[in-house]
């Protein structure tokens, strides 16, 4: 963090202890919170990154800075082309410039970044999200607030990638460089996808489902998909007084070699002997 960034994040702090106050005539405060939001939408500050030992690292003021932003800023129409929108945020602007390739019916607001070579097709990236290079959101996907997706990776269509905004301390959902996230998977509440993991489509995945080696029958843990592994959803019998009920649980069938590039036309067969592909 730059010394500039360090007066920043105190002022943000500062703000934060007086929000009820705020209002969208503190134009000073709507200053300090717009830099900031910035910071996130040239990709010069994040909202969360990988620390050791795989934890996330989340950077509360800037998660902050979004949540006041709401608080300062009015409901404004902006027109694009035969569109009209009413919101508090603009859309971002000057993608070409950026070496972002945005297809008609996509939109992500202003304090998302996207990194060089993103493609997005008819989606929704939402502020705070970070979306790294030549990753494809593909149609019908949604990034939600702050979530982190990695490089290389592929968010198939109807993806939904979770938002997590509040409390400023919450973990947002992560996805590893080269992961590839099956159509109509669902991955919320801070769940994490390892490094050059694979969903098959269907997939559900958040804090409480459990991920579960298949040849051992290990439950590795909940809601983080190991990196270089290939998951698929599956269901476990568990009893209650009530009778017997199947929850489900993310399986993992194949490990990957680290650094291991997917095949498609492999992969959708490996994924196809259990129904399922992505």
């Known amino acids: ?44 500050a994040r909202v969360a990154e990988p620390g050791p030992d795989g934890a996330t690292v989340v950077h509360e003021w800037l998660k902050k800075a979004i949540l006041l932003l709401f608080r300062l800023r009015s409901v404004e129409p902006e027109s ?5 929108f009413a919101d508090k945020l603009p859309l971002k602007h000057d993608l070409a410039k950026q070496g972002v390739r945005v297809v008609p019916g996509a939109s992500a607001r202003w304090g998302a970044y996207l990194a060089p070579g993103v493609v997005l097709m008819p989606s929704y990236v939402n502020i705070g999200a970070r979306v790294g290079a030549d990753t494809m959101v593909d149609t019908w996907a ?19 990638i979770g938002g997590v905004l509040e409390p400023p301390n919450a973990v947002p959902v992560m996805v590893g460089d080269d992961a590839v996230v099956g159509s109509r998977s669902m991955v919320t509440q801070g769940a994490r996808v390892g490094e050059g993991a694979v969903l098959g489509e269907g997939s559900v995945l958040n804090p409480s489902i459990p991920v579960i080696d298949a040849e051992s029958g290990e439950e590795l ?16 019998r ?14 993992v069938i194949r490990r990957l070699a680290p650094g291991e590039r997917h095949d498609k036309a492999q992969l959708n067969a490996v994924l196809r002997e259990h129904g399922v592909s992505t």
């Open 1 to 44: 963090m730059t010394d500039g960034q360090t007066d920043l994040r105190r002022a943000i702090d500062e703000l934060w202890e007086r929000a009820s106050s705020l209002s969208p005539a503190d134009t000073d405060a709507l200053a300090v919170v717009t830099e900031a939001v910035d910071l996130l939408d040239r990709g010069e």
């Open 80 to 84: 694009v082309g035969p569109f009209e």
């Open 142 to 160: 949604t990034v939600g607030s702050c979530a982190q997706i990695g490089a290389r990776v592929h968010l198939s269509g109807g993806v939904g």
């Open 238 to 251: 568990r009893t209650f007084p009530g009778g017997d009920f199947y929850l489900p649980c993310l399986l």
């Open 221 to 236: 843990g909940r809601g983080a998909v190991p990196a270089w592994s290939v998951a698929v959803p599956a269901s476990r």
